[in-house]
């Protein structure tokens, strides 16, 4: 098992639109998650971190479920601009190294 | 947010020919920075972890011999691709934290074509 697992999509949705990734991880010692967004043949960008109690910018929310292992982001109000690869990323361990899933492409069209 | 510059942005190289990235942190101290490669339509693989003043980590399957990583201040870290082959061709992406367990920044990235 992958330790960090993404639905790699794409999703395909219209603007408006209200659009959900979850992002799985196998390491219930895991410390801290973050969602990246990274533009096609662009370096990835941080554009949220999670936290325990759940945190929201705008129109995106991040919530963290510590018993199912899982972290989610939901995206309000689809922008054309928000169409890229949505990464999800988890601190494990002693050594706090980062570690990617494989992102979910998201395809927002008029 | 912190700065983390890469160079260079693009490189075509030679078959048999060796290659240097060079990621720097711009406004703060990295005793650890991340080297990743991702292939298209793929996640970024991390491929070792720079330390400053000791050797690399390099991760299983990723020969040491073969990328030599290189961290000789807080603020430099160098990937050298050695006798490049097609199959080397990627995207090569460093990263870099203020703090360990916090935020990565992460490089522009190097695309290297290997002809």
């Known amino acids: 098992r992958k330790e960090v697992e993404q639905d790699p999509g794409p999703f395909n949705v219209p603007e408006g639109a209200t659009v959900a990734f979850n992002c799985t991880y196998s390491?219930?010692?895991?410390?801290?998650f973050f969602w990246y967004r990274q533009d096609c043949r662009k370096e990835p960008k941080l554009l949220m971190s999670v936290y325990s109690s759940g945190n929201e910018d705008g129109r995106f929310t991040a919530q963290l479920n510590r018993a199912s292992q899982y972290i989610s982001l939901l995206i309000r109000d689809s922008k054309l601009s928000d169409s890229a690869t949505y990464l999800c990323v988890v601190n494990s361990g002693g050594s706090y190294i980062p570690t990617f899933g494989r992102g979910t492409s998201l395809i927002v069209h008029p | 947010g912190a700065v983390v510059s890469q160079h260079p942005s693009r490189v075509i190289c030679k078959s048999g020919t060796s290659v240097k990235i060079e990621c720097r942190s711009l406004?703060?101290?990295?005793?650890?920075m991340f080297w990743y490669r991702q292939f298209p339509k793929q996640s970024l693989m991390l491929m070792a972890t720079s330390n400053e003043g000791s050797k690399a980590t390099y991760e299983q399957g990723v020969e040491k011999d073969k990328f030599l990583i290189n961290h000789a201040s807080l603020t430099l870290s160098t990937l050298t691709v050695t006798s490049a082959h097609p199959e080397d061709s990627s995207f090569y992406i460093c990263?870099?934290?203020?703090?360990?367990?916090?935020?990565?920044?992460f490089g522009q990235g190097t695309r290297l074509t290997v002809v």
């Open positions: 990263s870099a934290d203020l703090a360990p367990n916090t935020e990565a920044f």
């Open positions: 406004d703060f101290q990295a005793t650890t």
């Open positions: 390491n219930s010692a895991s410390q801290s």
